[in-house]
C-alpha cells in the first residue's frame, strides 16, 4: 500500500487513474491513518487530488492526530489546493481536536494567498481555537507579517 502513498507523493496521476478504476477505494489510508487526499493536498498534487476527489475521497478525513487536508494545504500555502478541496465539499472553518483552522494555520505562517482564498470562501476571521486563540494575535505573535493585516481588514480582532 505504501507505493500506492508513494504514487500520490510523486504525482503519478495515470498510474493513481489506473490503480482507482482497478477497484482501489479513494478513501485508502495508510499505516498512520493518513488518508490519500491528505498526501496529496500536502505535497501539492493537485491533480491527484482532484482524481481522488472524483473517485470519492472525503475531504473530511482527518488522521488519528485530527490533521485535514485542507489545513495540510494551508501549512503549504497552497491556495489553489485549498480552493479544490472546498469546492469538492471541505468545511471552510473546520478544524481537528485542537480546533486550529485552516484560516489560522495559514495565517500563522504568514501564507497569504491562503487566507485570502479563505476569506473569500467565507472562513470566520475570529475563530477560537480549543484553546481560545483567535487568528489574528496567533499571527502577530508569530511575526507574519502579511496576514495580520488580510484579518484586520476582514473585521479580525
Known sequence: MEDVFDLVREGETEALRGLLDGGLSARAVNERGDCLLM????NGRHAA???LLEHGADPAHANPKGQLPIV??????????IALLLDHGAAVDAAGPDGRTALMTAAMFDRAQAVEVLLARGADPNRADAQGQRPLPVARAMRARVTPGLLEAAGAT
Open 39 to 42: 498526501v496529496a493536498a500536502y
Open 49 to 51: 487530488a482532484r482524481l
Open 72 to 81: 495540510g494545504a494551508a501549512y503549504q500555502g497552497d491556495a489553489r489546493m
